[in-house]
C-alpha cells in the first residue's frame, strides 16, 4: 500500500489544509450583489426567502413581465442569471445567452462578463466568448478583469491563450485596485497558496491576503485564520485564528469547516480531538464535500474518534470514489483487492478504480497501474505501459515514478536502452538528496554507462545508499571495495567522511546536453478487468528504485 507518510495528517499547513485551491476567478457575476433596481431587490429579498423551486416561481414570473413590459438592461441580466442557474424555471443555456447578450448589447458589464463565460463553458463560441470577456476587461470592468486574469493563469490552448502568470496577476491587479476581494484573493494565492511557496513569497502574499480579508472573501478569511492558528507567515494566534475560521463557518463555507476539521484532528491550535474533527468532516460531506468522504473512510477504518468499523470506512471510500476523489478511489480499490469492508476480493473492480483514479491524474493509482503493468501480475507484461504510467507520475514531480522511469530506461526493459536520459534523471533526484537515485548513479558510473564520475563519488553513492537501506547498494559497495588499492580506499574513505552529511553537494552538474526528464509518454491502454499489482519487490535497476507496492505500508489519508 503506498506510504502513509506523504498523506498522513500532520502537524503541518499543508496537512491542516492551508494550501486550499484557489477559487474560480473566471467567476459569473451574481446580479443579488450588484442590483441597486428597487423592483430587483424586493424580488431577491423574496428569493432569498424561498424554500424550493416552486417558492421561486412567483418571482421569476413577476421579473419576466417586467422585462416583457421594456426592462432595463440590469433587469434582463437578472432574467439570464435566473435562465442559466434555473431559479423559479428550468436550467436553460440558450435563454440564458439569449437575454445575457441583449443585456450586453444595451452595455451591461456583468452580463458581457457573463456570457464570455456561457459562451466559453456550454462551447457556443469560446473564442467570441474569449474576446468578449477581453473587451469588458479593458473597459474597466473589474469582474472581467478578474475573469480574464484566471483565463491566463488556468490557459486555453484550443484557442491559443497560453498560461501566463504575468498578465494573470497584471489582470488581477487591475481588479483588486477596483476593490474586488477575489482578485486580491488570487494575487495571494498564486503567491503563496502552494506546497513550494518560498518564504518570501509568502510574505509578498499577506498584504493582499490582508485586502481580501477585509473585503470577506470566505477562502481568503479560511487561509488567514489558518496561517494564525498554525503560525504560517504569520506570529501565531491561535486564538484568533480559529475565531476568524468559526466566522468563515457560520458564513457557510465548506474550506472552513473542512479546515477546523483538519485542526481537530491533528491538535493545530486547538486540542486534538478525532471525535470532533469527525463530526465536522461529516458537516463538510453532509454540505457536499466529496473530499471529506476520504477522511470519514480513514478515521472509521482506524477507529479514530468513532468506533472501528471497516463496513462503514468501505462505504464512506465508495461514496468518494463514487464523486472521483482520488484517495478514495485508490483505498476503496484496495478494500476491494483485499476483500476487506465487508467486500469480497474483486481484482477486478480494483483495477477499475486504480484505473479511474489515474484517469483524473492522481499519482499514487498511476503508480499501482505502472507496477501492474511492469510486473505482469494479472494483466500480461507490458514495459512500455508501465513505463507511460511512470513517466506521467514523474511529470507531475513525483520522485518514484522519476526513479522508476530511469530503471526501465536503464535497462532496457521496454525495448530501448537510453543510459543517457536515465543518467539525467538520476542525476537530478540525486541533487535532490535522493539516496536511491545517488546508489543507481554509483553503478551508472561504475559500469561506464551514460555518466562519468570518479570513484571517491562512486564510492560516497554507494555508501550513502547503504546506509539508506537501499536493496543493492550493499553488495555493490562491497565489491567496489575490493577492487580499489589502499591509497584508493584511503581517498575514497576520507572524501565520504567529508560529505556523508551533504552528498548531493558533490553530485555532477547535469549535462546540458543530456536529458534531465524522460522522452514523452506513450499511450497506455489499461483495459479493466486485470487484478491489481503485486506487492512490493525489488525493481530491475541496479541497485533499484523501491518502486511503490500496494501491499505494504500505508495508504493515503488525505486529499
Given at each position: 500500500?503506498?506510504?502513509?507518510?506523504a498523506?498522513?495528517?500532520?502537524?503541518?499547513?499543508?496537512?491542516?489544509?492551508?494550501?486550499?485551491?484557489?477559487?474560480?476567478?473566471?467567476?459569473?457575476?451574481?446580479?443579488?450583489?450588484?442590483?441597486?433596481?428597487?423592483?430587483l431587490?424586493?424580488?431577491?429579498?423574496?428569493?432569498?426567502?424561498?424554500?424550493?423551486?416552486?417558492?421561486?416561481?412567483?418571482?421569476?414570473?413577476?421579473?419576466?413581465?417586467?422585462?416583457?413590459?421594456?426592462?432595463?438592461?440590469?433587469?434582463?441580466?437578472?432574467?439570464?442569471?435566473?435562465?442559466q442557474?434555473?431559479?423559479?424555471?428550468?436550467?436553460?443555456?440558450?435563454?440564458a445567452?439569449?437575454?445575457?447578450?441583449?443585456?450586453?448589447d444595451?452595455?451591461?458589464?456583468?452580463?458581457?462578463?457573463?456570457l464570455?463565460?456561457l459562451?466559453?463553458?456550454?462551447?457556443?463560441?469560446?473564442?467570441?466568448g474569449?474576446?468578449?470577456?477581453e473587451?469588458?476587461?479593458?473597459?474597466?470592468?473589474?469582474?472581467s478583469q478578474?475573469?480574464?486574469?484566471?483565463?491566463y493563469?488556468?490557459?486555453?490552448?484550443?484557442?491559443?491563450?497560453t498560461?501566463?502568470?504575468?498578465?494573470?496577476?497584471?489582470?488581477?491587479?487591475?481588479?483588486?485596485?477596483?476593490?474586488?476581494?477575489?482578485?486580491?484573493?488570487?494575487?495571494?494565492?498564486?503567491?503563496a497558496?502552494k506546497?513550494?511557496?518560498?518564504?518570501?513569497?509568502?510574505?509578498?502574499?499577506?498584504?493582499?491576503?490582508?485586502?481580501?480579508?477585509?473585503?470577506?472573501?470566505?477562502?481568503?478569511?479560511v487561509n488567514?485564520?489558518?496561517?494564525?492558528?498554525?503560525?504560517a507567515?504569520?506570529?501565531?494566534?491561535?486564538?484568533?485564528?480559529?475565531?476568524?475560521?468559526?466566522?468563515?463557518?457560520?458564513k457557510?463555507?465548506?474550506q472552513?469547516?473542512?479546515?477546523?476539521?483538519?485542526?481537530?484532528?491533528?491538535?493545530g491550535?486547538?486540542?486534538?480531538?478525532?471525535?470532533?474533527?469527525?463530526?465536522?468532516?461529516?458537516?463538510?460531506?453532509?454540505?457536499?464535500?466529496?473530499?471529506?468522504?476520504?477522511?470519514?473512510?480513514?478515521?472509521?477504518?482506524?477507529?479514530m474518534?468513532?468506533e472501528k468499523?471497516?463496513?462503514?470506512?468501505?462505504g464512506?471510500?465508495?461514496?468518494?470514489?463514487?464523486?472521483?476523489?482520488?484517495?478514495?478511489?485508490?483505498?476503496?480499490?484496495?478494500?476491494?483487492?483485499?476483500?476487506?469492508?465487508?467486500l469480497?476480493?474483486?481484482?477486478?473492480?480494483?483495477?477499475?478504480l486504480?484505473?479511474?483514479?489515474?484517469?483524473?491524474?492522481?499519482?499514487?493509482?498511476?503508480?499501482?497501474l505502472?507496477?501492474?503493468?511492469?510486473?505482469?501480475?494479472?494483466?500480461?507484461?507490458?514495459?512500455?505501459?508501465?513505463?507511460?504510467?511512470y513517466?506521467?507520475?514523474?511529470?507531475?514531480?513525483?520522485?518514484?515514478g522519476?526513479l522508476?522511469?530511469?530503471a526501465?530506461?536503464?535497462?532496457?526493459?521496454?525495448?530501448?536502452?537510453?543510459n543517457?536520459?536515465?543518467?539525467?534523471?538520476?542525476?537530478?533526484?540525486?541533487?535532490?538528496?535522493?539516496a536511491?537515485a545517488?546508489?543507481?548513479?554509483?553503478?551508472m558510473?561504475e559500469?561506464?554507462?551514460?555518466?562519468?564520475?570518479?570513484?571517491?563519488?562512486?564510492y560516497l553513492?554507494?555508501?550513502v545508499?547503504?546506509?539508506?537501506?537501499?536493496?543493492?547498494?550493499?553488495?555493490?559497495?562491497?565489491?567496489?571495495?575490493?577492487?580499489?588499492?589502499?591509497?584508493?580506499?584511503k581517498?575514497?574513505?576520507?572524501?565520504?567522511?567529508q560529505?556523508?552529511?551533504?552528498?548531493?553537494?558533490?553530485?555532477?552538474?547535469?549535462?546540458?546536453?543530456?536529458a534531465?526528464?524522460?522522452?514523452?509518454?506513450?499511450?497506455?491502454?489499461?483495459a479493466?478487468?486485470?487484478?491489481?499489482?503485486?506487492?512490493?519487490a525489488?525493481p530491475?535497476?541496479?541497485?533499484?528504485?523501491?518502486?511503490?507496492?500496494?501491499?505494504?505500508?500505508?495508504?493515503?489519508?488525505?486529499?
Amino acid at each position: 500500500m503506498f506510504p502513509r507518510t506523504a498523506f498522513a495528517p500532520l502537524l503541518t499547513v499543508l496537512a491542516l489544509g492551508l494550501w486550499l485551491p484557489a477559487p474560480a476567478s473566471a467567476k459569473f457575476v451574481s446580479p443579488m450583489d450588484v442590483a441597486k433596481d428597487p423592483a430587483l431587490v424586493n424580488i431577491f429579498s423574496k428569493l432569498k426567502k424561498a424554500g424550493s423551486p416552486a417558492d421561486s416561481k412567483p418571482q421569476f414570473e413577476a421579473l419576466l413581465k417586467i422585462v416583457a413590459e421594456g426592462g432595463t438592461p440590469e433587469q434582463i441580466f437578472t432574467l439570464g442569471y435566473l435562465h442559466q442557474y434555473g431559479i423559479g424555471t428550468p436550467v436553460s443555456t440558450e435563454k440564458a445567452l439569449a437575454a445575457y447578450q441583449k443585456a450586453a448589447d444595451a452595455g451591461n458589464m456583468g452580463a458581457k462578463n457573463n456570457l464570455g463565460l456561457l459562451m466559453i463553458a456550454s462551447g457556443t463560441d469560446a473564442a467570441k466568448g474569449v474576446a468578449m470577456v477581453e473587451t469588458a476587461a479593458n473597459a474597466g470592468d473589474s469582474a472581467s478583469q478578474c475573469t480574464l486574469g484566471q483565463l491566463y493563469l488556468d490557459g486555453l490552448p484550443a484557442l491559443g491563450l497560453t498560461k501566463d502568470q504575468a498578465k494573470a496577476r497584471a489582470w488581477f491587479e487591475k481588479s483588486a485596485a477596483k476593490g474586488d476581494a477575489d482578485a486580491a484573493w488570487s494575487i495571494a494565492a498564486m503567491l503563496a497558496n502552494k506546497p513550494q511557496a518560498t518564504a518570501a513569497e509568502v510574505q509578498e502574499a499577506i498584504p493582499w491576503l490582508e485586502k481580501a480579508v477585509k473585503a470577506e472573501n470566505l477562502p481568503a478569511l479560511v487561509n488567514y485564520g489558518l496561517r494564525l492558528a498554525t503560525g504560517a507567515g504569520l506570529d501565531a494566534d491561535p486564538t484568533r485564528g480559529i475565531s476568524m475560521l468559526q466566522t468563515a463557518v457560520a458564513k457557510g463555507s465548506p474550506q472552513a469547516v473542512m479546515a477546523m476539521a483538519g485542526l481537530y484532528e491533528t491538535g493545530g491550535g486547538v486540542k486534538k480531538d478525532f471525535k470532533k474533527a469527525f463530526e465536522m468532516y461529516e458537516k463538510a460531506a453532509n454540505a457536499g464535500d466529496s473530499t471529506a468522504y476520504n477522511k470519514l473512510g480513514y478515521l472509521s477504518e482506524n477507529g479514530m474518534g468513532v468506533e472501528k468499523d471497516e463496513v462503514k470506512a468501505a462505504g464512506y471510500y465508495k461514496k468518494g470514489a463514487e464523486a472521483d476523489i482520488g484517495a478514495c478511489l485508490y483505498n476503496y480499490a484496495v478494500f476491494n483487492d483485499d476483500g476487506r469492508g465487508g467486500l469480497k476480493k474483486d481484482p477486478a473492480e480494483a483495477f477499475r478504480l486504480h484505473y479511474k483514479g489515474a484517469m483524473t491524474g492522481f499519482t499514487p493509482c498511476q503508480l499501482a497501474l505502472a507496477t501492474r503493468y511492469r510486473e505482469g501480475v494479472g494483466v500480461s507484461a507490458d514495459p512500455q505501459a508501465a513505463l507511460a504510467w511512470y513517466q506521467r507520475a514523474m511529470q507531475k514531480g513525483d520522485l518514484r515514478g522519476a526513479l522508476n522511469v530511469a530503471a526501465i530506461l536503464e535497462n532496457g526493459t521496454s525495448g530501448i536502452v537510453d543510459n543517457k536520459t536515465a543518467a539525467g534523471i538520476y542525476l537530478k533526484a540525486a541533487a535532490g538528496g535522493s539516496a536511491q537515485a545517488m546508489a543507481s548513479l554509483a553503478a551508472m558510473m561504475e559500469d561506464g554507462r551514460g555518466v562519468q564520475g570518479d570513484f571517491k563519488q562512486i564510492y560516497l553513492f554507494y555508501t550513502v545508499g547503504t546506509t539508506a537501506a537501499v536493496k543493492g547498494a550493499g553488495e555493490r559497495l562491497k565489491q567496489f571495495k575490493s577492487r580499489l588499492s589502499a591509497a584508493q580506499l584511503k581517498e575514497a574513505e576520507e572524501f565520504t567522511a567529508q560529505h556523508q552529511s551533504n552528498p548531493k553537494a558533490v553530485v555532477p552538474v547535469l549535462d546540458k546536453t543530456a536529458a534531465a526528464t524522460a522522452p514523452a509518454p506513450a499511450p497506455a491502454v489499461a483495459a479493466p478487468g486485470a487484478p491489481p499489482p503485486a506487492p512490493a519487490a525489488s525493481p530491475p535497476a541496479k541497485p533499484g528504485t523501491g518502486k511503490p507496492g500496494t501491499k505494504t505500508g500505508s495508504r493515503p489519508s488525505s486529499r
